[in-house]
């Protein structure tokens, strides 16, 4: 069986830029822990629209769903801290939002690299 190739260099633009957008979002996450993922975000309510119809549309709509589940779970656990009797599940909140958001960022990354669409 014989494939064809066939290169868009608009798919490929926009491949790259999700790609690195999902880099922004992870230096923000490492570096400052997500307070500055508001920058990648604002690009991805912009580009998305231009993608509609292929699979890179799928991963803007991941890291937006991303950044606002883990915006609201880190929420969550200031909320408990605030508490004092809910510092220790604050604590257990935290980390298990970081271990979530590091995990789909690669998943992201390594299924954009493949070419795959994101689940909904």
């Known amino acids: 069986m014989v ?3 066939v290169f868009d260099p608009k798919l490929q633009s926009a ?3 999700a790609w690195w957008l999902y880099l922004a979002h992870a230096a923000s996450f490492l570096f400052s822990l997500g307070i500055f993922s508001w920058i990648p975000l604002i690009l991805n309510y912009i580009k998305r629209p ?4 292929t699979f890179v549309y ?9 950044f606002w589940w883990y915006f609201f779970w880190m929420f969550v656990g200031a909320l408990l801290f605030i508490s004092v009797v809910g510092i220790p599940l604050a604590w257990l909140i935290w980390t298990a939002a970081w271990i979530w958001k590091a995990y789909r960022l690669l998943k992201g990354l390594l299924d954009l ?3 795959k669409a994101m689940p909904a």
């Open 3 to 5: 494939q064809e190739l």
């Open 15 to 17: 491949k790259n830029l």
């Open 50 to 53: 231009e993608t509609v119809g």
């Open 58 to 66: 799928s991963h803007h709509s991941w890291q937006i769903r991303s």
């Open 113 to 115: 690299n493949d070419n």
